[in-house]
Protein backbone atom coordinates (compact mmCIF):
# COMPACT_ATOMS: atom_id res chain seq x y z
CA UNK A 1 0.00 0.00 0.00
CA UNK A 2 1.62 3.27 -0.47
CA UNK A 3 1.53 6.48 1.38
CA UNK A 4 -1.56 8.12 -0.27
CA UNK A 5 -3.55 5.34 -0.19
CA UNK A 6 -2.72 4.43 3.48
CA UNK A 7 -5.79 4.97 5.95
CA UNK A 8 -5.28 8.17 7.74
CA UNK A 9 -5.51 6.90 11.80
CA UNK A 10 -5.31 9.51 14.11
CA UNK A 11 -3.37 8.24 17.53
CA UNK A 12 -4.86 9.61 20.72
CA UNK A 13 -2.89 8.39 23.77
CA UNK A 14 0.82 7.26 24.79
CA UNK A 15 1.03 3.68 23.55
CA UNK A 16 3.67 1.32 23.77
CA UNK A 17 6.41 1.41 21.08
CA UNK A 18 5.64 -1.76 20.06
CA UNK A 19 2.27 -0.43 18.70
CA UNK A 20 3.44 2.72 17.73
CA UNK A 21 6.16 1.74 15.18
CA UNK A 22 3.01 -1.13 13.53
CA UNK A 23 0.85 1.54 12.81
CA UNK A 24 3.33 4.10 11.46
CA UNK A 25 4.35 1.62 9.28
CA UNK A 26 1.18 0.41 8.11
CA UNK A 27 -1.17 3.69 7.92
CA UNK A 28 -0.93 7.39 7.89
CA UNK A 29 -0.42 8.37 11.64
CA UNK A 30 -0.89 12.26 13.40
CA UNK A 31 -0.14 11.88 16.96
CA UNK A 32 -2.37 13.92 19.17
CA UNK A 33 0.48 13.22 22.32
CA UNK A 34 3.63 13.39 20.56
CA UNK A 35 2.95 15.96 17.64
CA UNK A 36 0.95 17.94 20.51
CA UNK A 37 -1.43 18.93 17.59
CA UNK A 38 -3.07 22.30 17.84
CA UNK A 39 -7.20 22.69 16.79
CA UNK A 40 -6.14 24.18 13.47
CA UNK A 41 -4.17 21.40 12.64
CA UNK A 42 -6.65 18.76 13.54
CA UNK A 43 -9.27 20.33 11.84
CA UNK A 44 -7.00 20.39 8.37
CA UNK A 45 -6.50 16.36 9.09
CA UNK A 46 -10.15 15.75 10.05
CA UNK A 47 -11.88 14.74 6.65
CA UNK A 48 -9.33 12.41 6.13
CA UNK A 49 -9.43 10.54 9.59
CA UNK A 50 -10.88 6.99 9.67
CA UNK A 51 -9.45 5.34 12.16
CA UNK A 52 -8.38 6.22 16.07
CA UNK A 53 -6.15 4.80 18.00
CA UNK A 54 -6.98 5.23 21.95
CA UNK A 55 -5.73 3.18 25.68
CA UNK A 56 -8.33 2.35 27.87
CA UNK A 57 -7.68 6.01 29.37
CA UNK A 58 -8.46 8.14 26.59
CA UNK A 59 -11.29 9.88 26.71
CA UNK A 60 -13.47 9.73 23.10
CA UNK A 61 -16.67 11.13 23.74
CA UNK A 62 -19.53 12.12 21.05
CA UNK A 63 -18.32 15.64 20.30
CA UNK A 64 -14.81 14.90 19.91
CA UNK A 65 -15.39 11.85 17.58
CA UNK A 66 -17.93 14.62 15.71
CA UNK A 67 -15.04 16.73 14.41
CA UNK A 68 -13.86 13.28 12.41
CA UNK A 69 -17.13 12.53 9.60
CA UNK A 70 -14.68 9.93 7.85
CA UNK A 71 -13.91 8.05 10.99
CA UNK A 72 -14.80 4.36 10.67
CA UNK A 73 -13.23 2.74 13.72
CA UNK A 74 -12.08 3.36 17.09
CA UNK A 75 -9.21 0.69 18.74
CA UNK A 76 -8.55 0.62 21.90
CA UNK A 77 -5.34 -0.51 23.67
CA UNK A 78 -6.67 -1.90 26.81
CA UNK A 79 -9.78 -4.29 28.32
CA UNK A 80 -11.44 -1.30 29.36
CA UNK A 81 -13.41 1.28 26.81
CA UNK A 82 -15.39 3.38 29.30
CA UNK A 83 -13.65 6.90 28.29
CA UNK A 84 -15.14 6.20 24.63
CA UNK A 85 -18.87 6.63 24.17
CA UNK A 86 -20.01 3.52 22.44
CA UNK A 87 -23.61 4.74 22.21
CA UNK A 88 -22.17 7.87 20.12
CA UNK A 89 -19.78 5.37 18.19
CA UNK A 90 -22.64 2.99 17.29
CA UNK A 91 -25.10 5.89 16.10
CA UNK A 92 -22.68 6.40 13.51
CA UNK A 93 -22.06 2.76 12.69
CA UNK A 94 -18.25 3.33 14.07
CA UNK A 95 -16.85 0.09 14.97
CA UNK A 96 -15.15 0.59 18.61
CA UNK A 97 -12.85 -2.58 19.30
CA UNK A 98 -10.59 -3.56 22.82
CA UNK A 99 -7.99 -5.93 23.74
CA UNK A 100 -9.88 -8.55 25.74
CA UNK A 101 -8.37 -11.74 27.75
CA UNK A 102 -5.13 -11.62 26.40
CA UNK A 103 -4.41 -9.33 29.63
CA UNK A 104 -6.90 -11.84 32.24
CA UNK A 105 -3.98 -14.15 33.87
CA UNK A 106 -1.27 -10.75 34.67
CA UNK A 107 -4.35 -8.59 36.32
CA UNK A 108 -5.58 -11.84 38.20
CA UNK A 109 -1.82 -12.49 39.32
CA UNK A 110 -1.26 -8.76 40.04
CA UNK A 111 -4.73 -9.03 42.21
CA UNK A 112 -3.26 -11.99 44.16
CA UNK A 113 0.31 -10.06 44.56
CA UNK A 114 -1.70 -6.95 46.04
CA UNK A 115 -3.50 -9.17 48.49
CA UNK A 116 -0.72 -10.95 49.77
CA UNK A 117 1.53 -8.19 50.15
CA UNK A 118 -1.36 -5.71 51.61
CA UNK A 119 -2.29 -8.70 54.05
CA UNK A 120 1.42 -10.01 54.97
CA UNK A 121 3.24 -6.45 54.64
CA UNK A 122 5.59 -7.31 52.45
CA UNK A 123 6.85 -3.83 51.36
CA UNK A 124 7.19 -2.58 55.34
CA UNK A 125 8.87 -5.74 56.07
CA UNK A 126 11.22 -5.00 53.29
CA UNK A 127 12.08 -1.73 54.62
CA UNK A 128 12.42 -3.43 58.38
CA UNK A 129 14.67 -6.09 56.74
CA UNK A 130 17.02 -3.80 55.06
CA UNK A 131 17.26 -0.93 57.43
CA UNK A 132 18.30 -3.20 60.19
CA UNK A 133 15.62 -2.71 62.69
CA UNK A 134 15.55 -6.73 62.90
CA UNK A 135 18.13 -6.20 65.16
CA UNK A 136 15.67 -4.44 67.43
CA UNK A 137 13.19 -7.28 67.04
CA UNK A 138 11.15 -9.32 65.42
CA UNK A 139 8.50 -8.03 63.03
CA UNK A 140 5.19 -7.39 64.06
CA UNK A 141 2.17 -10.43 63.35
CA UNK A 142 0.44 -9.82 59.93
CA UNK A 143 -2.68 -11.04 58.25
CA UNK A 144 -3.04 -14.68 57.32
CA UNK A 145 -4.59 -15.00 53.43
CA UNK A 146 -5.18 -18.34 52.72
CA UNK A 147 -8.61 -19.60 54.38
CA UNK A 148 -10.20 -16.34 54.30
CA UNK A 149 -13.24 -14.91 53.16
CA UNK A 150 -12.62 -12.96 49.54
CA UNK A 151 -15.57 -11.32 47.74
CA UNK A 152 -14.98 -10.59 44.01
CA UNK A 153 -17.33 -7.45 42.41
CA UNK A 154 -17.13 -8.41 38.92
CA UNK A 155 -16.94 -12.16 37.95
CA UNK A 156 -16.19 -11.50 34.43
CA UNK A 157 -12.99 -13.93 32.96
CA UNK A 158 -10.90 -11.79 34.87
CA UNK A 159 -12.83 -11.74 37.82
CA UNK A 160 -12.94 -15.63 37.37
CA UNK A 161 -9.06 -16.11 36.91
CA UNK A 162 -8.99 -14.66 40.02
CA UNK A 163 -11.41 -16.64 41.94
CA UNK A 164 -9.72 -19.32 40.33
CA UNK A 165 -5.98 -18.73 42.43
CA UNK A 166 -7.76 -17.60 45.40
CA UNK A 167 -9.20 -21.29 45.10
CA UNK A 168 -5.50 -22.81 45.52
CA UNK A 169 -5.22 -20.60 49.19
CA UNK A 170 -8.36 -22.39 50.19
CA UNK A 171 -10.26 -18.94 50.37
CA UNK A 172 -14.11 -18.46 50.71
CA UNK A 173 -15.09 -16.98 47.64
CA UNK A 174 -17.68 -14.80 46.82
CA UNK A 175 -19.16 -12.43 44.41
CA UNK A 176 -21.73 -9.83 43.01
CA UNK A 177 -22.14 -9.22 40.09
CA UNK A 178 -25.12 -8.17 37.31
CA UNK A 179 -26.35 -11.28 37.03
CA UNK A 180 -25.72 -14.75 39.05
CA UNK A 181 -23.41 -17.43 37.28
CA UNK A 182 -23.33 -20.68 37.15
CA UNK A 183 -19.64 -20.78 39.18
CA UNK A 184 -19.19 -22.90 42.60
CA UNK A 185 -18.64 -19.88 44.36
CA UNK A 186 -21.48 -17.65 46.25
CA UNK A 187 -23.54 -15.15 44.73
CA UNK A 188 -24.68 -12.00 46.83
CA UNK A 189 -27.23 -9.21 45.64
CA UNK A 190 -25.30 -6.46 46.80
CA UNK A 191 -21.73 -4.77 47.49
CA UNK A 192 -22.10 -3.75 51.10
CA UNK A 193 -23.41 -7.22 51.69
CA UNK A 194 -20.38 -8.65 50.10
CA UNK A 195 -18.30 -6.20 51.91
CA UNK A 196 -19.39 -7.39 55.18
CA UNK A 197 -19.19 -10.96 54.58
CA UNK A 198 -15.34 -11.34 53.26
CA UNK A 199 -12.02 -10.32 54.72
CA UNK A 200 -10.73 -9.21 51.11
CA UNK A 201 -13.04 -7.42 48.85
CA UNK A 202 -11.54 -7.05 45.32
CA UNK A 203 -12.80 -4.87 42.55
CA UNK A 204 -12.43 -6.00 39.06
CA UNK A 205 -15.47 -4.51 37.64
CA UNK A 206 -15.85 -1.98 34.17
CA UNK A 207 -15.02 1.81 34.77
CA UNK A 208 -17.92 4.24 33.61
CA UNK A 209 -20.52 5.85 35.17
CA UNK A 210 -22.45 2.91 36.41
CA UNK A 211 -20.02 1.74 38.78
CA UNK A 212 -18.45 5.06 39.62
CA UNK A 213 -17.84 5.47 43.57
CA UNK A 214 -19.37 1.87 44.06
CA UNK A 215 -17.35 1.26 46.99
CA UNK A 216 -18.32 4.59 49.38
CA UNK A 217 -18.38 5.14 52.80
CA UNK A 218 -21.08 3.08 53.49
CA UNK A 219 -19.27 -0.19 51.86
CA UNK A 220 -15.78 0.29 53.56
CA UNK A 221 -17.40 0.17 56.90
CA UNK A 222 -19.04 -2.83 56.07
CA UNK A 223 -15.64 -4.28 55.10
CA UNK A 224 -14.71 -3.29 58.75
CA UNK A 225 -11.50 -2.72 60.57
CA UNK A 226 -10.12 -6.47 59.64
CA UNK A 227 -10.81 -5.92 56.10
CA UNK A 228 -8.83 -4.74 52.85
CA UNK A 229 -9.82 -3.72 49.46
CA UNK A 230 -7.91 -4.60 46.81
CA UNK A 231 -8.72 -2.53 42.98
CA UNK A 232 -6.98 -3.64 39.62
CA UNK A 233 -10.31 -2.51 37.76
CA UNK A 234 -10.72 1.71 37.57
CA UNK A 235 -9.71 4.18 39.41
CA UNK A 236 -13.03 5.79 39.42
CA UNK A 237 -14.95 2.72 41.04
CA UNK A 238 -13.50 3.63 44.50
CA UNK A 239 -14.48 6.86 46.54
CA UNK A 240 -11.01 7.97 47.03
CA UNK A 241 -11.65 10.54 49.86
CA UNK A 242 -13.78 8.09 51.72
CA UNK A 243 -10.88 5.39 51.10
CA UNK A 244 -8.10 7.61 52.69
CA UNK A 245 -10.55 8.55 55.44
CA UNK A 246 -11.01 5.08 56.42
CA UNK A 247 -7.24 4.02 56.05
CA UNK A 248 -6.44 7.14 58.57
CA UNK A 249 -8.75 6.05 60.89
CA UNK A 250 -8.23 2.30 61.00
CA UNK A 251 -12.07 1.42 59.44
CA UNK A 252 -10.62 -0.81 56.68
CA UNK A 253 -7.26 -2.27 57.76
CA UNK A 254 -5.32 -2.05 54.68
CA UNK A 255 -5.52 -1.30 50.30
CA UNK A 256 -4.08 -2.61 47.69
CA UNK A 257 -4.55 -0.36 44.80
CA UNK A 258 -3.17 -0.13 41.17
CA UNK A 259 -5.77 2.17 39.69
CA UNK A 260 -6.62 5.40 41.19
CA UNK A 261 -9.34 8.36 40.23
CA UNK A 262 -6.71 10.86 38.44
CA UNK A 263 -3.70 8.76 37.24
CA UNK A 264 -0.48 9.30 37.35
CA UNK A 265 -1.48 12.00 40.18
CA UNK A 266 -1.59 9.90 43.85
CA UNK A 267 -2.98 12.21 46.63
CA UNK A 268 0.01 12.95 48.39
CA UNK A 269 -2.44 11.94 52.05
CA UNK A 270 -2.64 8.12 50.25
CA UNK A 271 1.15 7.82 49.44
CA UNK A 272 1.82 8.71 52.70
CA UNK A 273 0.11 5.69 54.47
CA UNK A 274 1.45 2.80 55.27
CA UNK A 275 -0.82 0.51 55.47
CA UNK A 276 -1.79 0.31 51.07
CA UNK A 277 0.39 -1.12 48.96
CA UNK A 278 0.42 1.05 45.82
CA UNK A 279 1.22 0.46 41.90
CA UNK A 280 1.49 2.44 38.65
CA UNK A 281 -1.45 0.77 36.84
CA UNK A 282 0.77 -1.95 35.87
CA UNK A 283 -1.35 -4.83 36.45
CA UNK A 284 -1.18 -6.03 32.65
CA UNK A 285 2.71 -4.43 32.49
CA UNK A 286 4.13 -7.68 31.71
CA UNK A 287 6.24 -7.55 28.12
CA UNK A 288 4.35 -10.99 26.58
CA UNK A 289 0.81 -9.73 27.43
CA UNK A 290 1.29 -5.84 26.71
CA UNK A 291 2.76 -6.86 23.30
CA UNK A 292 0.12 -9.15 22.54
CA UNK A 293 -2.70 -6.55 23.60
CA UNK A 294 -0.53 -4.17 20.95
CA UNK A 295 -1.02 -6.90 17.97
CA UNK A 296 -4.72 -7.10 18.94
CA UNK A 297 -5.19 -3.60 18.99
CA UNK A 298 -3.55 -3.30 15.39
CA UNK A 299 -4.86 -6.38 14.27
CA UNK A 300 -8.45 -4.63 14.50
CA UNK A 301 -7.33 -1.83 12.90
CA UNK A 302 -5.67 -4.21 10.26
CA UNK A 303 -8.93 -6.47 10.17
CA UNK A 304 -11.16 -3.19 9.75
CA UNK A 305 -9.29 -1.35 6.94
CA UNK A 306 -8.70 -4.97 4.56
CA UNK A 307 -12.49 -5.34 4.48
CA UNK A 308 -12.61 -7.85 6.92
CA UNK A 309 -14.84 -8.22 10.31
CA UNK A 310 -12.81 -6.68 13.99
CA UNK A 311 -11.49 -9.36 15.98
CA UNK A 312 -12.78 -7.95 19.29
CA UNK A 313 -15.49 -5.66 19.16
CA UNK A 314 -17.30 -4.53 22.48
CA UNK A 315 -19.79 -6.08 23.62
CA UNK A 316 -23.52 -4.72 23.16
Given at each position: ???????????V??L?Q???????????????????L?????????????????N????????F??????L?????????????????A?E????????????N????D?A????????R????A?????????????????????????????????G?????R????????S??????K???????G??????????F????T???????????????????????L??????????????I??????????????????????????????N????????S???????????????????????????????D
Open positions: MNASSRPVVLIARPHLLTRLQENFTCHNLILDNSDAQIAAIAPQVRGIAAGEAKVGREMARFPAEIVSVFGVGYDGVDVPARRGIHVTHTPNVLDDVALIALMLATANVVRDHFARSGQWKNGPFPFTTKVSGARLGIVGLGRIEAIAKAAAFDMEIYHNRSRDVPYTYVDIKSLAAAVDLVMIPGGAGTRALVDAEVLDALGPKGFINVARGSVVDERALAALKEGRIAGAGLDVFENEPNIPAELAALEVVLTPHMAGTLVTRTAMADLAFGNLEAHFGGKPVLTPVP
